[in-house]
């Protein structure tokens, strides 16, 4: 009987970490495009993920570390791929009383699943912002595949805009540098930034991402990331 | 002494022709035996074997034998990039340049003053040695399958920034070698080479061998940088052409386009290789374009547009059967036998019908109306 009753307790556990109770939902209508005209305009922050949650599988599963107290309850999710021909922006919902928990964000309205599921890991930016995508915003959350554990980094894709070295740097610490993207299109990023999980810090961390062109300075960029609550 | 009689003479002479017409009789007929046989294996045996030779050839040709293809590209740039093989030397002269270490390098003279183009704080500007000639040697390090991104790109005043970023922070990228002084200053870190502008400088050459080029840049609204014209060429190995290769498509390049060409990783591995050159002798234009000239092999190379994801510029598909000499020389065997053995048919066919047989077909209805019409009459 007590064996029964811890099965039935691991059982429970294991379902609650492979699906999380919370679900966005879309607000208005779904909107993405594919099209050989590529968008060759944009921010510089083009996406914000999980290193585990890069590639256009991830979007199949993706999840959103929620924020324990957010301003907002709306989200801007926007996917673009790195040749600049699939790009995406919603906005969903997220749900009340979620805050602190980890939402799923069902990503199941495109019509083009098979050729996003093609795009390697850095070919696909992802990236939440609060608010929705009326606004503009320098908030972001940090998007997910699997959220059983915390990640170990953050990744973060950047459209240098004709830098020759980009930079990121995080509370107290050091710059670091980013990596360019050596091969392939890089019409939307070509850039991106490793960024170590912070352990034991808030519910925040803010972001800096320093551009040099030839030596000069570009205007440095500045972002906020929620993070998840006890992690 | 009696006249000779003409008779035995005669039959002596009737006797040889005969054997003669006998004997050449035997002959044509030989020939005729043998022409008719050669007809025959030439159509029903030769042409069939030709045809599916040619046949098989093409399938090869289409889907087996590829040639080997190879892209030139000549334009002028305000963009250039290239990623260098770590362990191969590459050489370049760099008199004029103001050079921006982010390590120290105590050999040189600081530069200093408001003008230094050399940027933020961790950057330390050298100026070099006037009038001695310095090289910087990139590369030659036993580091396989690492890079150095060089990055080229022009500015006003006919001017050029030059980014050299090696595998790490503190990695070694080469050498400075003063050429005058007899000496050799490692360069490690990152360094930036900047010519502010034209002004007393010589034109500026810099050859590669290298993993990568891209000649343009992606347009976007922060920057201007950009491929200006170009041309692109397919060529193919060829011994006919006294050049030893044949061209076989061109497309000109457009405002804006972007094109990568990259190792070709076949059977024999083959690095593009070109070179750059900045002509700062002729005033006027701002800023100044760089013209690149590289050759490389590949199966395909994309033009990235402005505006469009792209195309693959690619030889057409006949390409590889024109290019195939043993398709060739078979299709013209085919059409060459063919075109003998229908003019035979024609001939003989002609022959068959000869003027002699046709007024003859002529003359026949006419002798059966004139019969006829004789009977009416003799009635």
């Known amino acids: 009987m007590p064996t029964l009753a811890l099965l039935t307790l691991l059982l429970a556990s294991t379902t609650a970490l492979a699906a999380p109770p919370h679900v966005a939902r879309l607000v208005g209508n779904f909107h993405e495009t594919e099209a050989v005209d590529v968008n060759v305009s944009g921010s510089v922050i083009v996406g914000v993920a999980s290193a585990s949650a890069v590639g256009g599988k991830a979007v199949q599963s993706l999840q959103l570390l929620h924020a324990p107290s957010p301003d907002k309850r709306q989200v801007c999710l926007t996917l673009q791929s790195r040749d600049g021909v699939y790009y995406s922006r919603n906005t969903f919902e997220l749900p009340a009383g979620s805050a602190g928990s980890v939402v799923r964000i069902p990503y199941d309205r495109s019509s083009r699943l098979d050729r996003l599921a093609r795009y390697g890991g850095d070919e696909l930016a992802m990236r939440a912002t609060a608010g929705s995508c009326e606004t503009s915003s320098n908030q972001y959350y940090v998007l997910e595949a699997a959220a059983a554990k915390p990640p170990e980094s953050i990744r973060v894709f950047v459209n240098s805009f004709g830098a020759t070295d980009v930079f990121h740097s995080s509370g107290r610490g050091k710059s670091s540098a980013c990596t360019p993207v050596g091969e392939g299109r890089r019409t939307a990023f070509d850039y991106w930034c490793e960024i170590p999980w912070p352990r034991g810090g808030g519910n925040k961390l803010a972001v800096e991402i320093q551009r040099e062109r030839f030596g000069r300075d570009m205007p440095p960029v500045s972002l906020t990331l929620f993070l998840k609550s006890g992690s | ?379």
């Open chain 2, 1 to 379: 002494m009696a006249a000779p009689s003409p008779a035995p003479a005669a039959a002596m002479s009737g006797s040889r022709w005969t054997r003669f017409w006998n004997g050449c009789n035997r002959i044509s007929a030989f020939i005729v035996f043998v022409w008719e046989s050669a007809l025959w294996l030439s159509a029903f045996i030769m042409l069939p074997l030709l045809i599916v030779g040619f046949i098989a050839l093409l399938i090869a040709a289409l889907f087996f034998w590829s040639p080997s293809w190879y892209y030139s590209v000549s334009a002028r740039s305000e963009a250039v990039s290239l990623s260098l093989p770590a362990e191969r030397e590459t050489s370049w002269r760099i008199e004029g340049a103001i050079v921006c270490s982010t390590e120290p390098l105590p050999a040189l003279a600081p530069a200093e003053g408001d003008d230094v183009p050399c940027g933020s704080r961790r950057w330390l500007a050298y100026r070099l040695p006037a009038g001695e000639e310095q090289v910087l040697v990139l590369g030659g390090a036993s580091a396989p399958g690492s890079v150095i991104e060089v990055g080229f790109e022009t500015r006003s005043e006919r001017g050029l920034m030059v980014s050299i970023r090696g595998g790490g922070d503190d990695a070694g990228i080469g050498m400075l070698r003063l050429i005058d002084q007899g000496s050799d200053l490692p360069v490690r870190g990152q360094i930036n080479l900047v010519w502010p502008d034209a002004v007393g400088s010589r034109n500026l050459v810099f050859p590669f061998i290298a993993d990568r080029v891209r000649v343009g840049r992606d347009v976007t609204w922060s920057d201007s940088s950009l491929l200006r014209e170009g041309r692109m060429e397919i060529f193919t190995a060829s011994d006919e052409s006294l050049s030893k290769r044949t061209r076989i498509e061109e497309t000109e390049l457009l405002p804006g386009d972007q094109i990568r060409l990259e190792r070709y990783e076949g059977e024999t591995p083959l690095q593009p290789k070109g070179f750059l050159r900045l002509d700062r002798a002729h005033a006027g234009e701002a800023p100044g374009t760089l013209t690149a000239v590289v050759f490389g092999r590949a199966e395909r190379v994309k033009i990235e547009r402005f505006g469009d994801s792209g195309y693959d510029f690619r030889p057409p598909w006949w390409a590889g059967i024109s290019q195939n000499l043993w398709l060739v020389a078979l299709s013209t065997l085919i059409a060459g036998l063919l075109g003998l053995l229908g003019g035979y048919a024609a001939i003989r066919d002609i022959h068959a019908r000869s003027p002699n047989k046709a007024w003859a077909a002529f003359r026949r209805p006419c002798t059966d109306t004139d019969a006829r019409a004789s009977r009416r009459g003799r009635r």
